[in-house]
């Protein structure tokens, strides 16, 4: 049998990079980074953990290379986001609303923030590059803050972080506390008839407070 060419030996090792690195998220998101185990990583992807010790180096660094990815994945989304900068009410009121799509749909973020936070940051100090990835989710609010000021219809006294910091609270409330917050209250923070409800207030929210010039 012919040897396979170069270039196709390395998207077949991307393809598997990427497999082994959204297998791994679920199972981090799942039990956590002491409760995961590299062998059932290994056995949900049908490769070996000899394999992922060659793509990765261990499961810290797997784990690693899972939570940049995971925050990587917001701030995608954050900068394919298209704002008309004309219209600074509509451009914030996005921004939230894009930023409780991406929340929803990947539950396993939130997981592993939470995570994180339990190990009390650990594991993402080590990764020196996150705070420069993270900035852009201030410089584009900084610009629709600017914008708004400079047409009146935006506060001087709220900054981009404030507003990262409100915004991020909801969102991550809808999935980190939905079995807890459902339970007391009788309600489902998953069903996708309340999703547009959802959704629109944190736009609400958000208009409202910058808005309030008082």
């Not at 030996?9 to 679920?26: F, G, M, N």
């Not at 981090?28 to 180096?57: L, N, W």
């Not at 954050?78 to 509509?90: D, I, M, S």
Request: glycine letters at 6%; hydrophobic letters at 40%; aromatic letters at 8%.
């Amino acid at each position: 049998m012919a040897a396979k060419p170069k270039s196709e030996l390395q998207r077949d090792a991307e393809r598997t990079r990427s497999e082994l690195l959204a297998v791994a998220t679920e199972v981090f998101a799942e039990s956590g980074y002491s409760g995961a185990r590299v062998d059932v990583i290994a056995e949900r992807t049908r490769t070996t953990k000899r394999m992922i010790y060659y793509y990765f180096g261990g499961k810290e660094q797997l784990y690693l290379a899972v939570l940049e990815k995971a925050y990587r994945g917001i701030r995608d989304a954050e900068q394919k986001l298209q704002v008309n900068h004309k219209n600074p009410v509509e451009a914030v009121r996005r921004l939230a609303e894009v930023t409780f799509d991406h929340h929803i749909a990947h539950d396993e973020f939130i997981r592993l923030v939470s995570i994180e936070n339990i190990h009390r940051g650990e594991f993402i100090r080590r990764l020196a590059d996150l705070p420069q990835l993270s900035a852009p989710a201030t410089s584009l609010l900084d610009e629709i803050l600017r914008d708004g000021r400079v047409t009146g219809v935006f506060r001087d006294d709220v900054s981009a972080l404030d507003v990262h910091l409100v915004i991020s609270s909801y969102c991550v409330f809808q999935v980190a506390n939905k079995y807890t917050f459902g339970y007391l209250f009788d309600v489902d923070l998953a069903d996708t008839s309340q999703r547009a409800h959802l959704r629109h207030m944190i736009g609400d929210v958000v208009v409202g407070w910058l808005t309030n010039r008082q």
